[in-house]
C-alpha cells in the first residue's frame, strides 16, 4: 500500500520552530524528488520545499528561504522540513510530496503521491 505519512503539526507561537517529518512506505523513495507543499485557508496549494533524489539539490520558496531547511533519510525513506522563526504568515496545512523524476520540480503536476497533510498553526 502506497502511503506518505506527515507528522510533527502543532499550534506555536510566532518564532518558535517546528520539524515536520514525512515517512514513506509501500513505494521507491530513493530515486524520486520530494516536495513539501502548504494550502492555507482559502488559497491554493503552494511549493514550500523539494528535494532532489540524492540530496544535492534543494529549493526552498523565497518566503521560507533562510528559516526552512528540507533534508531526507532515503536509509530511512523519511522526508523532514525543519522550520524555524516561524510566522503567523506561515499557518497552513504542510503536504509532502513524491515527484514524478529525481530532481525537483516546482509545480504540482511534477508529483504523483501526496500525503493528507499536517496543520501547522502560528499564532502571534
Known amino acids: 500500500q502506497v502511503q506518505l505519512m506527515e507528522s510533527g503539526g502543532d499550534s506555536v507561537r510566532a518564532g518558535e520552530s517546528l520539524r515536520l517529518s514525512c515517512v514513506v512506505s509501500?513505494?521507491?523513495?530513493?530515486?524520486?524528488?520530494m516536495g513539501w507543499y502548504r494550502q492555507s485557508l482559502g488559497k491554493e496549494r503552494e511549493p514550500v520545499s523539494c528535494?532532489?533524489?540524492?540530496?544535492?539539490?534543494?529549493f526552498h520558496d523565497d518566503s521560507v528561504k533562510g528559516r526552512f531547511t528540507v533534508s531526507r533519510d532515503n536509509d530511512k525513506n523519511t522526508l523532514a522540513l525543519q522550520m524555524d522563526a516561524l510566522q503567523p504568515e506561515d499557518t497552513a496545512i504542510y503536504f509532502c510530496?513524491?515527484?514524478?523524476?529525481?530532481?525537483?520540480?516546482?509545480?504540482?503536476?511534477?508529483?504523483?503521491?501526496w500525503g493528507q497533510g499536517t496543520q501547522v498553526t502560528v499564532s502571534s
Open positions: 510530496a513524491r515527484a514524478l523524476f529525481g530532481n525537483c520540480g516546482l509545480l504540482a503536476a511534477d508529483y504523483e503521491d
Open positions: 528535494i532532489s533524489w540524492d540530496g544535492h539539490s534543494t
Open positions: 509501500g513505494l521507491r523513495f530513493d530515486d524520486r524528488a
